[in-house]
């Protein structure tokens, strides 16, 4: 079997839908799947090409056993609307004329933005075989939970164009029962043509190693508690709210610590030297193989988002990755996340932005015994291997 995968994020980038999308592949390669991925240079979150790479018109690689294949995109970072929609688009447009000369059976296309829905839609049309649609992200309302852009003719035209997509798609797959539930219920979508895929953990990467000694002496942060988002800084994350918190902390042996980068980044940096804050450490994005290193040194994994009816349906996937390393999740999601948290009995959620009850549920965890968690349940039932086999015996089907 042949699958053509389309994707605008995808190694060495570390966001999850770069992760989710290559793990899922490897797996697929495994079991004899021939697999093209069309992507582009990578470049995200910055916005500029990572080192080796070019943005060249085409260009292929293999990525253990993945045949990658790299297109020209219009390059933004995650600024302005109007500049992301013309780097979606490009894709669109690129992925679309690289995948005619592509021979396949199956064609996936990847959200969060439907562009590359949609090239994946005109490529099922020219080729007269069957795509699948991935919903990681309900785009284009994502768009206005974070405020970047209110509803208005331009949204309301994106809204026309999704509902096509769910319509146009010959199976969904969906990445939380929220998704599922909103499809049917809003887009009228038949549950059988819906399948939840949610996200998971690659346990032969991530799982638990005692503290990097090292890397606490680097940070100066030995016996230090150490509180730490590791992830992307944008306008989904109110991070901002986080650091100002922070300043409330009067515990001084809590210390938090940002990894990563994105479109907030700068503000953020400015933020904390306006506050002067002595207990926040803000660094660089570094690769996946790295980032297991600055989980084992994190007593409590803060997972953040702005307060939003959206994000009542989203399931961050770094808690799956956190958990599978037994690291205690400490939740600003409300909806579906806070229920997954509650369920496996695996942190403490407090109120999106709500300082009152991020104080006080920092000052349980910091006092309790971390070793109370138990992330075995979680871990297996969210083994990103088994979760590749169920995504693609729905594929098959």
Not at 128 to 137: A, F, N, P, S, T
Request: aromatic letters at 10%.
């Amino acid at each position: 079997m042949k699958v053509l995968f389309l994707t605008d994020n995808f190694p060495p980038e570390v966001n999850a839908p770069a992760t989710r999308t290559y793990e899922h592949c490897k797996e697929w390669v495994k079991d004899g799947i021939e697999v093209t991925v069309i992507t582009c240079a990578p470049n995200f979150p910055k916005g500029k090409v990572f080192e080796g790479y070019k943005n060249k018109l085409y260009q292929t690689e293999d990525v253990d056993g993945i045949k990658v294949i790299r297109v020209w995109t219009y390059i933004s970072a995650n600024k302005g609307f109007a500049k992301r929609i013309l780097d979606y688009m490009s894709f669109m447009m690129s992925s679309f004329i690289i995948g005619l000369f592509i021979k396949t059976d199956s064609i996936i296309a990847t959200s969060p933005q439907f562009f590359t829905a949609i090239s994946g839609r005109w490529l099922s049309f020219w080729k007269r075989k069957k795509w699948i649609m991935e919903v990681r992200d309900l785009w284009p309302e994502s768009i206005k939970a974070v405020g970047a852009m209110d509803t208005n003719p331009a949204i309301r035209f994106f809204e026309f164009l999704e509902k096509k997509m769910y319509k146009s798609a010959s199976k969904i797959v969906v990445v939380t029962d929220s998704f599922k539930e909103i499809l049917v219920k809003n887009h009228s979508i038949s549950r059988n043509k819906i399948e939840v895929i949610k996200n998971g953990a690659n346990t032969a990467l991530f799982s638990p190693i005692d503290k990097n000694a090292d890397l606490l002496k680097k940070l100066n942060l030995e016996n230090k508690i150490v509180i730490g988002y590791i992830g992307t800084h944008g306008m989904a994350h109110a991070l901002d709210f986080v650091i100002k918190s922070a300043k409330k902390i009067q515990n001084k042996q809590v210390h938090f610590l940002f990894l990563g980068d994105g479109a907030k980044k700068e503000e953020l940096l400015q933020l904390k030297d306006s506050l002067n804050l002595d207990n926040v450490s803000m660094l660089p994005s570094v690769n996946k193989q790295e980032v297991v290193k600055y989980i084992s040194i994190l007593d409590i994994a803060l997972v953040n988002l702005k307060k939003s009816d959206t994000f009542k349906h989203v399931i961050p996937s770094k808690i799956f990755e956190l958990c599978a390393m037994h690291k205690p999740i400490l939740l600003g999601v409300e909806g579906e996340s806070k229920k997954l948290i509650e369920e496996y009995g695996i942190g403490e959620a407090f109120e999106p932005e709500n300082e009152k009850d991020f104080l006080e549920k920092v000052d349980i965890m910091v006092q309790q015994d971390m070793n109370k968690y138990n992330y075995d349940r979680l871990v297996h039932d969210f083994d990103r291997k088994n979760l590749a086999k169920k995504m693609m015996m729905f594929v098959k089907d």
